[in-house]
């Protein structure tokens, strides 16, 4: 997964933290010095980032000996000396001790922060575990991050919406006022959408109620996204579209709603939280 974008952010991540060298090591220890370490989980969660890790260390030294123990979308516990359960000790690393507390920073940051999404998104992912419906991400991404954030998400269980701005159509409220400033109503925007694109490209209406649904459905959308809707009119909507559009919810989706959303048979509950509010997961490097 280390691809030519995720290299250069990596890199970018070291030339912050390590301009030059780390004084603080140069100052007490020989160059020589060699340690073992290993990086270990402090508390429960799903890992996601195994490999960006691995490769900071070895961006870093070539030299190092890293072993990789687990891989992403494990299930992680916290680490026990007295158990040493696998499930709490991520990877192992030997070599120069420059070397090794140079990366620990970046490493784990990386580690942590899409661990962090992943554990996250499991979260919802596990409190709809039996239903149809899908939990899955938004555009609402670190910069530069994205491509590491939507995949944390995938590998815990997630779906990815859009990428970018040119995967698909996403009619959205704005450009709905932009098109009733122009005279356009929005069945004219969703013919228009359709006809300007190629049949490949998705084609999703973003309704804030029956009226725009049954607009929106009547000119031809398949994919329409209920916003900040109560229960009720996300049902009503559901009847109306019998089957004959994708539905996804977003907005005001928190976790103790979830199981509610779902049972009215939405396809998809979009979760912005699960990139934009997710905490690091509580990762570290201990030497051996």
């Given at each position: 997964m280390i691809t030519p974008q995720i290299l250069s952010l990596i890199k970018m991540a070291i030339s912050e933290d390590l301009p030059g060298e780390?004084?603080?090591?140069?100052?007490?220890?020989?160059?020589?010095?060699?340690?073992?370490?290993?990086?270990?989980?402090?508390?429960?969660?799903?890992?996601?980032?195994?490999?960006v890790a691995c490769e900071v260390f070895k961006q870093i030294d070539p030299n190092l000996t890293v072993e990789k123990l687990l891989s992403d979308g494990s299930e992680l516990v916290p680490f026990n000396s007295n158990i040493r359960d696998p499930k709490s000790?991520?990877?192992?690393?030997?070599?120069?001790?420059?070397?090794?507390?140079?990366?620990?920073?970046?490493?784990?940051?990386?580690?942590q922060h899409l661990?962090?999404?992943?554990?996250?998104?499991?979260r919802y992912v596990d409190e709809i575990q039996g239903y149809k419906t899908k939990i899955m991400d938004t555009r609402k991404t670190l910069p530069g991050y994205r491509t590491l954030e939507k995949y944390a998400?995938?590998?815990?269980?997630?779906?990815?919406?859009?990428?970018?701005?040119?995967?698909?159509?996403?009619?959205?409220?704005?450009?709905i006022l932009a098109g009733k400033k122009n005279h356009f109503r929005l069945g004219e925007l969703v013919t228009n959408a359709i006809e300007n694109n190629d049949s490949s490209i998705k084609v999703e209406v973003e309704v804030e109620n029956l009226e725009q649904a049954k607009e929106a459905l009547d000119n031809?959308?398949?994919?329409?996204?209920?916003?900040?809707?109560?229960?009720?009119?996300?049902?009503?909507?559901?009847?109306?579209?019998?089957?004959?559009?994708?539905?996804?919810?977003?907005?005001?989706?928190?976790?103790?709603?979830?199981?509610?959303?779902?049972?009215?048979?939405?396809?998809?509950?979009?979760?912005?939280?699960?990139?934009?509010?997710?905490?690091?997961?509580?990762?570290?490097?201990?030497?051996?």
């Open positions: 780390d004084i603080t090591t140069r100052s007490l220890f020989g160059a020589d010095s060699y340690i073992q370490a290993e990086i270990v989980a402090k508390e429960s969660g799903i890992l996601a980032g195994i490999d000790v991520l990877i192992k690393i030997k070599g120069s001790l420059f070397s090794i507390l140079a990366s620990e920073r970046v490493a784990l940051n990386f580690l661990s962090g999404v992943a554990t996250e998104t499991y998400v995938s590998v815990a269980g997630g779906v990815n919406h859009r990428f970018d701005l040119t995967q698909s159509v996403l009619i959205k409220d704005n450009h031809g959308a398949i994919y329409l996204l209920l916003d900040n809707m109560e229960i009720p009119l996300i049902e009503n909507i559901v009847n109306l579209a019998n089957g004959k559009a994708v539905l996804e919810v977003s907005g005001g989706v928190k976790i103790h709603n979830l199981q509610e959303i779902a049972k009215t048979g939405v396809d998809f509950i979009s979760v912005g939280a699960i990139t934009h509010s997710s905490r690091f997961l509580d990762l570290s490097l201990e030497i051996i």
